[in-house]
């Protein structure tokens, strides 16, 4: 039976990275499966096909405010909760599933108001990411309300989805939500569309013109590359990367690397002037996303120097897919994804991120062999149709009790020793 999903989403969807393609490849699959999906965002982002998305109206004194941990988030997330509730009236969901922890409160809101099942799509740790982005002091006085807030947050939803192991021990441990609300839903690829590409391709790519600033890349055919995805940020490691490549091209390295992301572009390409490296550093800002295929085949390595420990790294997974060996902070979200076949360095450690880089360029061979497991591994554990199918399975059983009116959504109408026993089937169930 086709449901109809009101997802939320307090941020600039759509925009090429992160949360933001968790979101849209959710909605395709489920979209695939039949079921009519509507997302509720922030005023800015790109507009996609075959996607219903409706916008906020934009906070006066900010129009232009996009991405990032701020204060402004606050004033957006009044006008998110008042489209939502208004979404919810008209489009009469079956389901609500919030993203990011202001998502889900918005959901509680909406779920008690129009008596709907609420998941929430956990996609790291807020007051984690928030002190991650230097927007939070850990030992200031803001710290522990927020902290509780999170918590009380974790505990409202029906399911909650995390998409690395990592994040269900953390939920468990530090949140005490239980076990038997937490389902996993990994983050997944399309192998079809990220796939390895031949020398012959890449280096026909290598040479088109480099459409942002009017001019060709100019890699040499010979050269090795290694390129990173994502956001361009301190917590993502971006300075770290850059220290990297110094390091490596003060060894005589002949490699170049091609850094793809927004925002502050600017500010990066300045400290590669101030290191010496601009020459071999090349940042092409935002890729859309239905380009990033393409320039992720104009690498030899792929590069996850993200610091935080529980937020996510889908970038990996098109790394992976694409058949490119990665080299990681090691993070227990990375190692989800790798297993053995990732290359890690200690978080924040420059030297090993540099090393690490240096020995998949020194033999590429095994670095192709390494890339060949990564796709296989990436095709074999990480599809999005598998992932549709578990949220689906979670919709089905939090839909069937909230449609039986004779029957309380918290039990069933089972006693509450019953309950436990019964969520707990249904859960292994879906996680199966």
């Not at 989800?336 to 990732?342: E, R």
């Not at 599809?383 to 939090?398: E, G, T």
């Amino acid at each position: 039976m086709p449901y109809r999903i009101l997802m939320i989403a307090p941020t600039s969807f759509f925009g090429d990275y992160g949360c933001h393609v968790r979101i849209l490849e959710e909605t395709l699959a489920l979209q695939n499966l039949g079921h009519s999906v509507r997302i509720v965002t922030y005023p800015r982002g790109r507009a996609l096909p075959n996607l219903e998305i409706e916008r906020t109206m934009p906070i006066p004194w900010r129009v232009d405010y996009e991405v990032g941990s701020s204060r402004h988030k606050l004033g957006l997330d009044l006008f998110l909760a008042a489209r939502v509730l208004r979404a919810a009236r008209r489009f009469k969901p079956d389901i609500l599933h919030g993203h990011l922890h202001e998502g889900a409160l918005i959901g509680w809101l909406a779920a008690k108001i129009f008596r709907k099942p609420l998941v929430f799509d956990f996609q790291g740790s807020l007051t984690g990411e928030m002190v991650d982005h230097r927007f939070l002091n850990p030992r200031g006085a803001f710290y522990k309300p927020l902290r509780a807030l999170e918590q009380w947050i974790d505990q409202q939803p029906s399911y909650i989805f995390t998409s690395a192991a990592y994040q269900a021990q953390l939920l468990e441990r530090d949140y005490h939500v239980p076990a038997r609300k937490i389902v996993q839903i990994p983050d997944a690829v399309n192998p079809e569309w990220f796939r390895p590409w031949s020398d012959e391709e890449r280096e026909e790519f290598r040479a088109k013109k480099f459409e942002l600033k009017s001019q060709r890349l100019g890699i040499p055919p010979e050269s090795p590359v290694v390129v990173y995805l994502g956001l361009l940020a301190e917590y993502q490691g971006v300075g770290h990367l850059l220290a990297a490549a110094q390091q490596l091209l003060a060894r005589g390295s002949d490699a170049y690397f091609v850094i793809m992301g927004y925002p502050g572009a600017d500010k990066y390409i300045s400290r590669a002037h101030e290191m010496g490296i601009a020459d071999r550093v090349i940042f092409p800002g935002r890729i859309p996303y239905e380009e990033i295929a393409q320039w992720l085949a104009v690498g030899n390595v792929a590069v996850a120097p993200k610091l935080s420990q529980s937020e996510g790294n889908g970038k990996i997974l098109n790394y992976m897919a694409s058949g490119l060996p990665v080299v990681a902070f090691d993070s227990p979200v990375a190692r989800d994804y790798l297993d053995n076949y990732g290359v890690y360095a200690p978080a924040g450690d420059v030297n090993a991120l540099a090393h690490g880089i240096e020995a998949l360029l020194a033999n590429r061979d095994a670095a192709k062999a390494l890339g060949k497991k990564l796709r296989a591994r990436a095709i074999e554990k990480f599809s999005w149709d598998a992932s549709a199918q578990k949220i689906q399975a979670a919709y089905s059983n939090l839909i069937g009790q909230f449609s039986n009116p004779q029957h309380s959504f918290h039990n069933g109408g089972n006693p509450p020793e019953k309950v436990d026993s019964l969520k707990a089937r249904a859960r292994e169930g879906i996680n199966d």
